[in-house]
């Protein structure tokens, strides 16, 4: 085999092939829709295709690492096929991060080049400023890399055997940097058979044509800003609606506008636009899809969106897992509310004792386990996470869940957040679930801390809507009258906000660092609210 779409060989599941394929198909259709500016896949494919052998012609090998530093936008996504089409590894970062967290990941990545958006550029040479080498970087576009591509910034000769130009199937696609709600993110190496079989099983349970349209407002630094419906729409030949952030107005807007038929978002996304004040009149009728991921979903939330008639349904993923994982078929969505749902087509999963590692059959509650051809290669020059993350030839997920009779799985909460109060176990996001149900609540997170006479206690940050009154003793009150006395908090902080990643998930770890350090030998008194009693009986 001599390139991508050859007949034989090793690339019968590489994605470059996948805008050569449409192109030809349906080379008038709208691929992107990237804030009115269009793009059909004639064009993304000419254009990819271009920056692909731009890209051989400068130097840069199978392998090879090219780090973008931007929004979401077509030029990304040009250069996403230009390097499938190329063997080149597309590593994704995060703008919302300072300098000094850019250029650790830029140190572990080892890109041949940097490319960033003009808006960006300031960040990107700061943080390039603070490596050890210089990095080689261009700006996106037809008048950046696509009209001149840099030679590739080479601390290291190339290995003769591995300057080769055909892409295999398990060749790297993507570095995507893990959020790191537990410590340090680290680098999932997805290959582009991983990605294949990921939207190969997305496929099989979402019922995605060409005539559909995808709205897309997860960052692209994120693998959910790929592999949740956007490259599957690029793959069955759909539109994607490109969005640069998130702002619910404008979603409620260009839901009727574009006519988006399938959206993805977080928790916090549609809790923000169901509080939108144009939801309960906003024109929803072509959203036959909805998809909710990155964290469990109240269930009240999830009826508030069943009621305005959208399918509404809970996923489950992991970047490891490329990431899909969970998926709740639509006409399962109000009968198993507040549950992931079951495996997807080509994946794989078990239920594991947490303590002892011994698989559980039936109705069980352990960690969640994953295997199957999504499943990544590892982690970036970290061998020892990637044994520790596939032990036993099962991805670990670190996830608790809960699986009923049935085999519907339901995401309790992350085995480290557990904590056990009295000798039993609390899930922080059950608590939080019942603080978010008071109407003065608008963002809770729990953790456990240290309790002379109950090991551990849960401590409650909370974070009050404007103009509504409230104190400690009203939202422990509220908490006791919907849980188990061991369950409620022993003490609530009123905080103005939570540390979150970027896709919302709240940063336990970073309140209970943050805590940590307040609370040490020394330091300050913490503020808020004196401790109450615990909740014990």
């Known amino acids: 085999m001599t390139g991508t779409n050859g007949p034989t060989g090793d690339g019968l599941h590489t994605l470059g092939r996948w805008t050569t394929d449409r192109s030809q198909a349906t080379p008038h259709r709208i691929a992107i829709d990237d804030r009115g500016c269009t793009l059909t896949y004639r064009e993304l494919e000419r254009r990819a295709a271009a920056l692909a052998a731009g890209f051989r012609a400068a130097g840069y090998v199978v392998g090879d690492r090219i780090a973008t530093l931007t929004g979401n936008s077509s030029d990304h996504v040009v250069a996403f096929f230009a390097c499938a089409k190329a063997g080149l590894v597309l590593v994704p970062l995060s703008w919302r991060l300072a300098p000094r967290e850019l250029a650790l990941q830029l140190e572990l990545a080892e890109p041949q080049l940097l490319l960033m958006e003009d808006d960006l550029e300031a960040l990107g040479a700061a943080a390039c400023a603070l490596l050890p080498h210089r990095l080689r970087g261009s700006s996106l576009g037809p008048g950046g890399v696509e009209k001149s591509v840099p030679p590739p910034t080479r601390v290291t000769p190339v290995p ?27 680098a999932a190496v997805l290959t582009h058979a991983n ?48 969005e640069r952030g998130f702002d619910p107005g404008r979603v409620l807007q260009l839901i009727p506008e574009r006519r988006v038929t399938m959206l993805m978002g977080v928790p916090t996304q549609y809790l923000m636009l169901a509080e939108h004040p144009d939801f309960a009149t906003a024109e929803l009728g072509s959203l036959r899809h909805a998809v909710v991921g990155g964290a469990p979903m109240p269930a009240p939330l999830l009826r508030i969106w069943h009621r305005r008639g959208v399918a509404l349904s809970q996923g489950y993923g992991l970047t490891e897992a490329s990431p899909n994982v969970l998926c709740l078929p639509n006409e399962d969505a109000e009968r198993m509310v507040g549950y992931s749902g079951k495996p997807y087509p080509h994946v794989s999963v078990a239920v594991a004792d947490p303590a002892t590692g011994e698989i559980l059959e039936g109705a069980a509650s352990g960690e969640l386990l994953v295997g199957g051809p999504g499943v990544f290669a590892g982690y970036f020059r970290d061998p020892a996470a990637t044994a520790a993350a596939l032990a036993g030839g099962w991805l670990h997920t670190g996830d608790l869940v809960e699986r009923d009779a049935e085999g519907y799985i339901r995401v309790v909460d992350r085995l480290k957040d557990i904590y056990i109060s009295g000798g ?64 409620v908090p022993g003490r609530i902080e009123m905080v103005a906000g939570l540390p979150r990643t970027a896709l919302n998930k709240v940063l336990r770890a970073k309140l209970r660092e943050d805590l940590s350090r307040r609370t040490a030998p020394g330091a300050a008194p913490a503020p808020g609210p004196a401790p109450a009693a615990g909740g014990q009986a």
Do not use: Y
């Open 160 to 186: 003769e055997p591995s300057a080769r130009q055909d892409v295999h199937d398990d060749d790297a696609l993507m570095m995507i940097f893990t959020s790191g709600t537990e410590g340090a993110g680290k």
């Open 424 to 487: 039993e176990n609390v899930s922080p996001s059950e608590v939080e679930a019942v603080l978010l149900g008071h109407p003065a609540v608008a963002q809770a997170a729990v953790v456990g801390v240290e309790d002379p006479r109950w090991g551990e206690s849960g401590l409650a940050f909370v974070v009050l809507r404007p103009g509504v009154v409230t104190d400690e003793q009203d939202l422990l009150e509220h908490c006791s009258s919907q849980l188990a006395r061991f369950k």
């Open 195 to 242: 990605c294949f079989w990921n939207n190969l099983s997305l496929s099989r349970t979402l019922d995605m044509g060409s005539s559909d349209v995808v709205l897309a407002v997860l960052p692209q630094f994120h693998v959910g800003g790929w592999n949740i419906q956007p490259l599957l729409a690029w793959w069955v030949g759909a539109t994607v609606v490109l």
